[in-house]
């Protein structure tokens, strides 16, 4: 069964600074597409940025970036030249694709707060 | 475009009641899945409905249930509502899968608190 860890409940950064939200994966699809999503206190959830198992290149979305490496099965996200509307939870997703439409599986979440 | 869009966006109900949550989606789009979320569980798939039909379906019981319409608007019922169905149940929607990629869009939830 898919399974997403992320193991920082909280992170603090100071403004203009990168921080790097860590995210670990488990499964046994070898096609596989991984998100992040941003919720600020309003609740919606704000598609970021995606990363499939096959893509050769890391992908990158603006100041939002995920380094992926395969081996290790991490998808952290970078958030570079951090602001304070950068405060919110971020949850890291994956889907697996062989097995058809299968839904979205959420991590617990890293809560980021951004210091002025 | 308008994005996706829930109501109502607060609810309270005392426990044995039934409720129901609205969900329409992007224009377009053909996918509406359904998520509960708890500070204890987190974010849990409850359902997924593609053109009017259940596509997958999450580890809940019976008492949840959705539908969705031909113009793929959906909606979720709740009944017999117990205290722990207090969660802010939050609706996405999809255009489909393309090359494996299939972004969900979510609207901005309903806050429900059981009394």
């Known amino acids: 069964a898919q399974k997403i860890t992320q193991t920082q409940p909280g992170m603090f950064v100071q403004e203009k600074e990168a921080v790097t939200l860590d995210c670990t994966y488990d499964?046994?699809?070898?096609?596989?597409?991984l998100f992040w999503y941003k919720q600020p206190s309003s609740g919606e959830m704000i598609f970021l940025i995606y990363q499939g198992s096959y893509d050769q290149q890391n992908a990158t979305e603006g100041r939002y970036s995920l380094n992926f490496q395969k081996a290790r099965k991490s998808a952290n996200l970078v958030i570079s030249a951090s602001q304070l509307g950068d405060s919110a939870m971020y949850f890291c997703?994956?889907?697996?694709?062989?097995?058809?439409?299968?839904?979205?599986?959420f991590g617990k979440g890293t809560r980021l707060s951004v210091i002025a | 475009k308008a994005g996706v869009t829930q109501t109502p966006r607060y609810l309270i109900k005392t426990r044995g009641q039934q409720v129901t949550l609205s969900c329409s989606p992007i224009?377009?789009?053909?996918?509406v899945s359904w998520y509960q979320q708890t500070p204890g569980q987190g974010l849990q798939f409850l359902f997924e409905?593609?053109?009017?039909?259940?596509?997958n379906k999450g580890n809940f019981p019976g008492r949840f249930s959705g539908r969705q319409f031909s113009n793929s608007r959906s909606e979720m019922n709740v009944s017999t509502l117990e205290l722990g169905d207090s969660a802010l149940y939050l609706c996405a929607s999809s255009a489909g899968v393309v090359a494996g990629k299939a972004e969900q869009y979510f609207g901005p939830g309903t806050r429900l608190t059981v009394t």
């Open positions: 499964t046994s699809d070898p096609s596989y597409g």
């Open positions: 997703a994956m889907r697996e694709i062989s097995s058809g439409n299968t839904p979205l599986v």
């Open positions: 409905y593609f053109s009017e039909t259940q596509r």
């Open positions: 224009s377009g789009h053909r996918s």
